[in-house]
């Protein structure tokens, strides 16, 4: 695992939580899990917004055992703004 997006496409950094509303005010939109994808996990005391770039990462961000909080966005930046 492990393309992760922290800033916006302005070179704003996204913040530690609600990074779905960032986003989204970045021209994300909500989608489906799929490849291309961005996957925002919601940990706790941090979001982790990961760019799903292949099935292994789609099918790890979906696997039933993780119990944790997700939102998957289109996001057009993804691919570029991914590390």
Request: with cysteine.
């Amino acid at each position: 695992m492990g393309k992760y997006i922290n800033e916006n496409s302005k070179g704003k950094q996204l913040p530690a939580t609600g990074k779905v509303g960032a986003l989204i005010d970045d021209g994300a939109v909500v989608c489906e899990p799929k490849i291309g994808a961005v996957c925002v996990c919601i940990n706790g005391p941090f979001d982790a917004a990961a760019w799903c770039y292949n099935q292994r990462e789609v099918d790890d961000f979906t696997d039933q055992s993780d119990r944790r909080p997700k939102v998957w966005l289109w996001y057009p930046h993804a691919e570029t703004l991914a590390k």
